[in-house]
Structures are given as structure tokens and as C-alpha cells.
């Protein structure tokens, strides 16, 4: 059984974590404020880390979304926040000595929802209404999505994972 923490990182990171038989626990945690320099995100991820050490030597591996090219994102004081929480992230995966993984936002989508290339809004509430179809229940989409990527970590790792049979519900 391999235990796994998702990340969806941003200002706001969703985050899921635990093993492959087991039901996730997931959340959000608020990296900065509106106006919050990139230290200041960074120095509140580093925290976020280090409260989560007790879980994270349970960890066989972190997963996080990939950060789209700068181009993509929507500023690109954006695109440095995620690829610093990117390089962070597996910089201290490193140090933890675990496995840290990349997925891409097309990938996730297309294993969870199948469909990898929808509108933001679209995909935000076609992956909430499934976590919701499983028995999850996250307190945002930073969460949903944080799901969606543990479940695509899970079937990576334990190609007999299956979401239908690990929430025990029909989909």
C-alpha cells in the first residue's frame, strides 16, 4: 500500500494525501494573501511543509500538478509563483529522499473526468461533481483537483486501483 500526497499548488494548494486502500483526506491552505510577495508565498509553503513533517514520513510519494508555460498563465508573476512552488516541492522531496512526480493539468483531467482539454469553469465543476460521485467531499476545487491528481498517482502506481472499486460506488 503506498501512500501518496497530492499537490495542486498555488497561492491557494489543494492537497490530498493518503494510501492507495484508503479514502483521501484532502483540503486547502491559504499560501498568500492578495499583494503577498514571492517570498512571502514561498516562506508560507516552506511552513506548510514543515507542519506536515509527522505526515510526510508516511509518504512514498508527492505528486504535483505540473505549472503550465508561462504563456498560458494569466500573468506571469503566476508562472514564477508555481514553477518557485514547483522547484521547492522537489527540492524537499529530495531532502525527504521521496519520489516526487509531475502531471500535467491534460492528463489528470482526461484519466478523472475523461476530458483533458475543457474550459477551466467546466472541468472545475465536472471534477467536483465527480469527487462528490465518490463519497469525497473537497472544501474547494483546489481540493477536487488535488483528488483528481491522487487518483491518477494511484492507478500510476497500483494499476489495479480502480475508482469505482476503491469509493465502492457505481459511476
Same mark, same amino acid.
Given at each position: 500500500?503506498?501512500?501518496?500526497?497530492?499537490?495542486?499548488?498555488?497561492?491557494?494548494?489543494?492537497?490530498?494525501?493518503?494510501?492507495?486502500?484508503?479514502?483521501?483526506? +484532502?483540503?486547502?491552505?491559504?499560501?498568500?494573501?492578495?499583494?503577498?510577495?514571492?517570498?512571502?508565498?514561498?516562506?508560507?509553503?516552506?511552513?506548510?511543509?514543515?507542519?506536515?513533517?509527522?505526515?510526510?514520513?508516511?509518504?512514498?510519494?508527492?505528486?504535483?500538478?505540473?505549472?503550465?508555460?508561462p504563456q498560458a498563465q494569466s500573468a506571469?508573476? +503566476?508562472?514564477?509563483?508555481?514553477?518557485?512552488?514547483?522547484?521547492?516541492?522537489?527540492?524537499?522531496?529530495?531532502?525527504?529522499?521521496?519520489?516526487?512526480?509531475?502531471?500535467?493539468?491534460?492528463?489528470?483531467?482526461?484519466?478523472?473526468?475523461?476530458?483533458?482539454?475543457?474550459?477551466?469553469?467546466?472541468?472545475? *465543476?465536472?471534477?467536483?461533481?465527480?469527487?462528490?460521485?465518490?463519497?469525497?467531499? !473537497?472544501?474547494?476545487?483546489?481540493?477536487?483537483?488535488?483528488?483528481?491528481?491522487?487518483? *491518477?498517482?494511484?492507478?500510476?502506481?497500483? !494499476?489495479?486501483?480502480?475508482?469505482?472499486?476503491?469509493?465502492?460506488?457505481?459511476?
Amino acid at each position: 500500500m503506498t501512500c501518496i500526497l497530492a499537490l495542486d499548488l498555488g497561492k491557494r494548494t489543494g492537497f490530498a494525501y493518503g494510501a492507495t486502500a484508503r479514502q483521501p483526506v +484532502s483540503g486547502s491552505v491559504q499560501l498568500g494573501k492578495p499583494g503577498a510577495s514571492h517570498g512571502q508565498i514561498a516562506s508560507n509553503f516552506k511552513a506548510f511543509l514543515h507542519g506536515q513533517v509527522d505526515m510526510l514520513r508516511q509518504v512514498d510519494v508527492i505528486t504535483f500538478e505540473a505549472p503550465l508555460p508561462p504563456q498560458a498563465q494569466s500573468a506571469m508573476a +503566476s508562472a514564477r509563483i508555481l514553477y518557485g512552488l514547483s522547484w521547492q516541492l522537489e527540492q524537499y522531496a529530495h531532502a525527504m529522499g521521496i519520489k516526487c512526480f509531475e502531471a500535467t493539468v491534460q492528463e489528470i483531467r482526461q484519466f478523472f473526468i475523461g476530458h483533458g482539454r475543457l474550459k477551466s469553469d467546466d472541468a472545475e *465543476y465536472a471534477i467536483s461533481r465527480k469527487c462528490k460521485m465518490l463519497g469525497w467531499s !473537497p472544501c474547494d476545487h483546489n481540493a477536487a483537483d488535488a483528488l483528481a491528481l491522487w487518483s *491518477y498517482q494511484a492507478a500510476i502506481i497500483d !494499476p489495479r486501483f480502480e475508482l469505482k472499486r476503491h469509493a465502492g460506488v457505481k459511476l
